[in-house]
T-cell receptor, first 112, second 113 residues
Framework: KQEVTQIPAALSVPEGENLVLNCSFTDSAIYNLQWFRQDPGKGLTSLLL?????REQTSGRLNASLDKSSGRSTLYIAASQPGDSATYLCAVKDLGGFKTIFGAGTRLFVKA | NAGVMQNPRHLVRRRGQEARLRCSPM?????VYWYRQLPEEGLKFMVY????????ESGMPKERFSAEFPKEGPSILRIQQVVRGDSAAYFC???????????FGSGTQLSVL
């Protein structure tokens, strides 16, 4: 049974700092991995999708890497801004399965 | 170019009533997923549907919960005889194909009094 864990559960950093959010999963037989952002009381916004054959994806100040063999992904945020404050969720879709399994998220607070 | 539309945004029900949550997927998407989120917790998968078919309902309680995605109209998540423990945010997501990127709606916050 696939399980997704995110560390840390919460993070507070000063504006401008570079930071890394971690995600680990127990079953490496995945189809893809997706990072989402969730603002309080809102839905999820997709940030990056990495297919199982890919190693990383980049969008603006965001870079996500995938190491399938070790069951890990990282989300790197460069030059953090107060507007980056949100909960970041990692989600894994298994090979041959239909559901996407979510981690509990990392709550990020960027101080101005 | 509307995204995934969920309504209502907030729904208040008394114990024993029925709750009906609606989800219209993005245009061109035929795959719909329902998730539940409790406060301070991650999203828990409930059910995956394609048009007129339930593909995977392994995350949905066997009692009181049902889902449908008819040929015409939105997907419906129905909760009969609601209890306080059903209070949560219910999110719908859609994709063009089963393995592709998920797009989420803004959710329905269900409160059971």
């Amino acid at each position: 049974k696939q399980e997704v864990t995110q560390i840390p559960a919460a993070l507070s950093v000063p504006e401008g700092e570079n930071l890394v959010l971690n995600c680990s999963f127990t079953d490496s037989a995945i189809y893809n991995l997706q990072w989402f952002r969730q603002d309080p009381g809102k839905g999820l916004t997709s940030l990056l999708l990495i297919q199982s054959s890919q190693r990383e994806q980049t969008s603006g100040r965001l870079n996500a890497s995938l190491d399938k063999s070790s069951g890990r992904s990282t989300l790197y945020i460069a030059a953090s801004q107060p507007g980056d404050s949100a909960t970041y969720l990692c989600a894994v879709k298994d090979l041959g399965g239909f559901k996407t399994i979510f981690g509990a998220g990392t709550r990020l607070f960027v101080k101005a | 170019n509307a995204g995934v539309m969920q309504n209502p945004r907030h729904l208040v029900r008394r114990r024993g009533q029925e709750a009906r949550l609606r989800c219209s997927p993005m245009k061109g998407h035929s795959h719909v997923y329902w998730y539940r989120q409790l406060p301070e917790e991650g999203l828990k998968f409930m059910v995956y549907l394609q048009k007129e078919n339930i593909i995977d309902e392994s995350g949905m309680p066997k009692e009181r919960f049902s889902a449908e995605f008819p040929k015409e109209g939105p997907s419906i998540l129905r909760i009969q005889q609601v209890v306080r423990g059903d209070s949560a945010a219910y999110f719908c997501a859609s994709s063009a194909q089963g393995g592709e990127k998920l797009f989420f709606g803004s959710g329905t916050q269900l409160s059971v009094l």
